[in-house]
């Protein structure tokens, strides 16, 4: 019963915490990815102006915020550090829009101020140059010029500017930890790319229906373009954090598969050691399926007391966890150290317990089905 006590609760625990890190992960990444995003069906970028089809998109009475950005891959240098990452240049409403100013980890949200110009720098770039707001020193950005033929040396003619970062975020996300946030006209100077963008970011109003609005501007865009909604946009994340919970409840329940395993020589020993108590029984009337029933019962309780035990310590820890914070998340440098993120869903409760009910019903009922046969004969 210690077996599957322990092995109940610790599958338990493990879902909660994948279901915490899936929590705050997606939450931030909510705070950066728009509920829909629009983005050219071919190519890369493409130009919205005079285009009636974004100005009738703009003018929905459904659309709370509509913002134009454009981004591509740069190499940033700071003093002797160099990294490649990927620079979005973003209009005013994006801050809007967004919930980006609660991930900053260090300085502000700024991008554009009088007429100063300013960065936010993704976590892993800030890292990767070693880079805080207080320094002074600006970051330089090259990107090949277009078009343009290799110099004699065979090195690439490029686009370079510099900018001051205001602040860095952090986002629990390798990909969007790379970014570097810009102003759209920065990033359009220093990609050639006047007055084209890569992709129109909304959000909705909230009493709007994502699903008819999405439809909408699908119909009125036509198949030139993609509409996604947030969850098309972060595909890959979602079915990666669905097999990652597959693949953990496999391989804890071959664990729990393994310790309930002694359910088999528990009830093997117990009905070879009983044959006196079985003679009493018959005696007295029983049948052998009575008989067979017993240890059956007895099996399947052993189980069903294991996933009891287990879930009940699985959510005290769980609950412990959530409320006190007992275990931590390192700090980067940037954040101190926070809890491990655990979110408890009824519905993980009721899949172990299922599962090891189920595996307890298998484990008990071998040993009554086969290796009882041999002592209860009449």
């Known amino acids: 019963m210690v077996g599957v006590l322990v092995s109940s609760a610790a599958l338990l625990i493990v879902l909660s915490a994948m279901n915490g890190i899936e929590e705050v992960t ?18 890369k ?58 991930l900053i980890v260090d300085g502000k949200f700024v991008l554009n101020e009088k007429q100063f110009r300013f960065a936010l720098l993704g976590a892993y770039v800030a890292n990767s140059l070693s880079y805080r707001t207080r320094f002074v020193n600006p970051l330089h950005l090259y990107v090949p010029k277009k078009g343009a033929k290799r110099s004699i040396s065979g090195m690439p003619q490029l686009n370079n500017d510099y900018i001051f ?100 020589s528990s009830l093997s020993m117990l009905i070879m050691d009983k044959q006196s108590d079985i003679e009493t029984l018959k005696s007295m009337g029983a049948t052998v399926g009575t008989i067979k029933k017993i240890f059956l019962l007895e099996g399947w309780l052993i189980a069903i007391f294991g996933a009891i035990g287990g879930l009940v310590l699985g959510s005290l820890l769980v609950y412990l966890q959530h409320k006190f914070g007992i275990i931590k998340l390192p ?30 019903f298998i484990t008990a009922w071998y040993p009554v089905r086969y290796i009882s046969g041999r002592y209860l004969k009449f």
Do not use: C
């Open 26 to 43: 997606m939450n931030a990444v909510a705070a950066f990815d728009p509920e829909l995003k629009i983005t050219a069906a071919e190519g």
């Open 331 to 360: 700090g980067n440098g940037l954040t101190i150290p926070i809890a491990y993120p655990m979110q408890f869903r009824l519905f993980d409760l009721l899949k172990v317990a299922a599962m090891v009910l189920g595996i307890g």
């Open 45 to 102: 970028s493409f130009t919205i102006d005079r285009d009636a089809r974004f100005e009738q998109i703009k003018k929905m009475d459904e659309v709370a915020f509509f913002s134009e950005s454009y981004e591509d891959n740069a190499l940033v240098r700071f003093e002797d550090r160099k990294t490649v990452t990927r620079v979005k240049g973003v209009d005013e409403q994006f801050q809007e829009m967004t919930s980006l100013d609660s």
């Open 165 to 264: 970062p205001s602040g860095i975020f952090e986002i629990q996300s390798e990909k969007y930890a790379q970014y570097i946030l810009v102003p759209l006209d920065f990033a359009r100077s220093l990609f050639e790319a006047e007055n084209k963008v890569t992709s129109i970011e909304i959000k909705l109003k909230k009493w709007a229906d994502l699903s008819d609005v999405k439809k909408s501007m699908h119909k009125i865009l036509g198949d030139e373009f993609k509409v996604r909604d947030f969850k098309e946009q972060n595909k890959l994340t979602y079915s990666t954090f669905k097999l990652e919970r597959l693949m953990i409840m496999l391989i804890l329940g071959m664990i729990m598969l393994i310790a309930a395993l002694n359910i088999i």
